[in-house]
C-alpha cells in the first residue's frame, strides 16, 4: 500500500512539475511570436520553473527538518498479571494451544512481560514530553530516544484517560523543541504532516491535509475533539506529531480507523486518522505539569441533539442547542434547575451547536465556577444557573441511580393490550416489562415493540422506548396513544420518550 501512495505523490508533483513547465513554455511562445527567439527564451523560463519546484520541495524539507528532531521514540514495558490473564487469553480455551501448554488447568499462567512503542512530541527544553496515555498505561518502565540517538529513562509526570493525554519527563536540557499552534486556527483543507515512528521505523513523515474537524465517537465521560486527516498513521505514531505548514504543533496524533479491525492500531492506515488538537493538549499539559492530574467543571447531565426537522416542535429556529436526556441526582445541574428534555442553546452568551460543543464549554471552566445557561423549556425561553461541579477522573461508568423502585402501577386505563400506528407497534407498560426495562413505577406510557421497516418511524423510534406523550401531551395508556397519533392526521408528531433511563423526544412523519 505504501508503494501507491508514493507512486500517487510522485505522479502529483510530477503533474505539478509539467504544469508548471508547459505555462512556462505557452509563455515562451507568446514572448517569441513578438521578438525574442525561442530557445533563450524558453531555457530562462525552464530554469525558473525548476527553481520554483526546487523551493517547493525545500519548503517541506525546512519545516520537517525544523520540527522533526523534536519527535521521540517512546518504549515501554509493562508486566501483566496471571490474574489478569486466565479467563481473558482466547488461547486458553483452544484445545489446538492446550497442547502446549498441558492441557486445561494443568499449568497456571505466569507474570508476563510486553513491549510497547510509540511517539512524543517535547515541547519544552527542560525535557517534558507530551504523548499518549494509551503509550505510557500501566507501563513499569520507560525509554525515551531522541532523534540524535540519545537514550534516557522516562518518567510519568500526569496523565488524563479521558482525552488519552499524557506527559513524560526526561533529565535532559537544551533540547529541540517543537512550537505548539493553534489547532482551533486549523482550517479543513490545510497542508499537514504527521511525524512519528510507526512500526518501529524512526522519524517517518506522512503528508496530508486537515480533513474534518470536531469528530468523536464516544461519549460519556471521554473528551473528544478529533482532527480528522488524511496523513498516514499507523501503529508507533500514537502521541507523535501532527504539524501545520509552518510547522506547529496542530495536533498529537492518537487513533486511526481501519478497514479490518476498527478504531485502535492493529489495522493498516486506510486514510482515516484521529488526532487530539493542539489547544486541548496543551491545556491538559500545562495541568499535569502543574497539578498532576486535571480538573475540568461538571454539570451531571447527559445531553442529546436536536434534529433540524425536532427544531419547530420544541420552540427552535434550527438544529441548535443540546437537549438534556437525564439529570444525576444532588449534581450540579439538578441543585441549579436543570430537567430532562430541556434544551440548552447558549452557555455565558455563548451559542451552543449540539451537545459535543456545550461538553467542550463546560470542561473548559474550573470546578466552583457558575455558568448561566439559557434553556428552552416547554418552547419557552428560561435562563439557569449552575455552579459547576467536579468532574470525575478516569473512565469508570456513571452509575445510574434514580431513586425509584420498580412499582405495580402501569399507568394503563384497560383497553387493548397492543396497537399499531404509523407503524409503530406498541404495549401496555405491564409489571413485567417495567422490571425488564427497569422503569421507575412513577413512569407512564406505552412500550415500542417493533417498527415496520417500510414506516416513517423506522429511522427515529427505536423497540424499547417508553413513549410518554404524543405533541407535548401526556399519556397512560394505549388509547391515549392511537388517539393523539390519529388526530395528527397527515402532520407530523412530536414523540417524547424514555430509553434506557433517558429522556428525549424525536419527530415522526406520516407515511
Known amino acids: 500500500m505504501s508503494n501507491v501512495v508514493q507512486f500517487r505523490r510522485t505522479t502529483a508533483i510530477l503533474t505539478l512539475v509539467a504544469a508548471s513547465i508547459g505555462g512556462g513554455l505557452i509563455a515562451a511562445f507568446a514572448v517569441s511570436h513578438n521578438s525574442a527567439p525561442v530557445s533563450v527564451v524558453a531555457r530562462a523560463d525552464t530554469r525558473s520553473d525548476n527553481q520554483r519546484v526546487s523551493q517547493l520541495s525545500n519548503s517541506f524539507a525546512d519545516i520537517i527538518e525544523k520540527a522533526s528532531p523534536a519527535v521521540v521514540k517512546i518504549s515501554s514495558t509493562r508486566v501483566v498479571k496471571a490474574s489478569e490473564q486466565q479467563g481473558s487469553s482466547p488461547f486458553m480455551s483452544d484445545p489446538f494451544f492446550q497442547q502446549f501448554f498441558g492441557g486445561r488447568g494443568q499449568q ?45 529513562t522516562g518518567k510519568t509526570v500526569g496523565a488524563d484517560p479521558q482525552t488519552d493525554v499524557a506527559v513524560v519527563k526526561i533529565n535532559a536540557d537544551n533540547l529541540p523543541v517543537m512550537a505548539w499552534g493553534n489547532s482551533d486556527a486549523a482550517r479543513v483543507g490545510d497542508l499537514c504532516f504527521a511525524i512519528g515512528n510507526p512500526f518501529g521505523q524512526d522519524h517517518t513523515v506522512t503528508m496530508g491535509i486537515v480533513s474534518a474537524k470536531g469528530r468523536s465517537f464516544e461519549k460519556g ?11 498516514a498513521i499507523n501503529p508507533g505514531n500514537s502521541g507523535g506529531a501532527l504539524i501545520n505548514a509552518v510547522g506547529q504543533l496542530i495536533g498529537m496524533n492518537t487513533m486511526i480507523l481501519t478497514g479490518n479491525t476498527g478504531f485502535g492500531g492493529e489495522g493498516g492506515s486506510i486514510g482515516l486518522g484521529f488526532a487530539v488538537p493542539s489547544n486541548m493538549a496543551h491545556q491538559v499539559f500545562d495541568q499535569l505539569v502543574k497539578n498532576g492530574k486535571v480538573s ?16 419547530p416542535f420544541v420552540g427552535l429556529k434550527d438544529g441548535h442547542g443540546a437537549v438534556v436526556s437525564s439529570v444525576d441526582k444532588d449534581s450540579p445541574g439538578e441543585k441549579g434547575g436543570l430537567k430532562p428534555l430541556d434544551i440548552i442553546v447558549s452557555i455565558d452568551g455563548k451559542s451552543i451547536t449540539n451537545a459535543d460543543d456545550l461538553t467542550m464549554d463546560v470542561i473548559a471552566h474550573q470546578p466552583g465556577e457558575t455558568v448561566t445557561l439559557e434553556v428552552i423549556r416547554n418552547s419557552k425561553p ?23 423502585d420498580n412499582g405495580s402501577n402501569n399507568g394503563d386505563n384497560g383497553g387493548d393490550a397492543s396497537a399499531t400506528v404509523r407503524g409503530i407497534h406498541v404495549q401496555a407498560l405491564t409489571p413485567e416489562l417495567r422490571e425488564q426495562l427497569n422503569a421507575p413505577s412513577s413512569l407512564k406510557g406505552v412500550v415500542v415493540t417493533s417498527i415496520d421497516p417500510d414506516s416513517s418511524a423506522n429511522d427515529s423510534v427505536a423497540r424499547g422506548m417508553v413513549i410518554v406523550a404524543v405533541n407535548r401531551e401526556p399519556i397512560a395508556s394505549i388509547q391515549d396513544f392511537k388517539r393523539l397519533v390519529n388526530a395528527a392526521g397527515n402532520k407530523a408528531v412530536l414523540l417524547t420518550y424514555n430509553f434506557n433511563g433517558q429522556s428525549g423526544f424525536t419527530v415522526v412523519q406520516p407515511k
Do not use: C, W
Request: net charge negative; no cysteine.
Open 108 to 152: 497456571q499462567p505466569r507474570d508476563q512481560r510486553e513491549s510497547g512503542l510509540g511517539s512524543g512530541v517535547l515541547v519544552s527544553s527542560g525535557g517534558y514530553i507530551l504523548t499518549n496515555n494509551h503509550v505510557i498505561d500501566k507501563a513499569t518502565t520507560l525509554k525515551v530516544e531522541l532523534s540524535d540517538g540519545r537514550i534516557f
Open 382 to 404: 428560561l435562563t439557569v444557573k449552575v455552579t459547576l461541579g467536579q468532574r470525575p477522573t478516569g473512565l469508570e461508568a456513571e452509575k445510574s441511580n434514580d431513586g425509584d
Open 221 to 231: 465521560l471521554r473528551v473528544q475533539n478529533f482532527i480528522q486527516t488524511d496523513a
Open 296 to 311: 475540568r467543571g461538571y454539570m451531571g447531565v447527559k445531553l442529546g441533539d436536536v434534529k433540524a426537522e425536532e427544531a
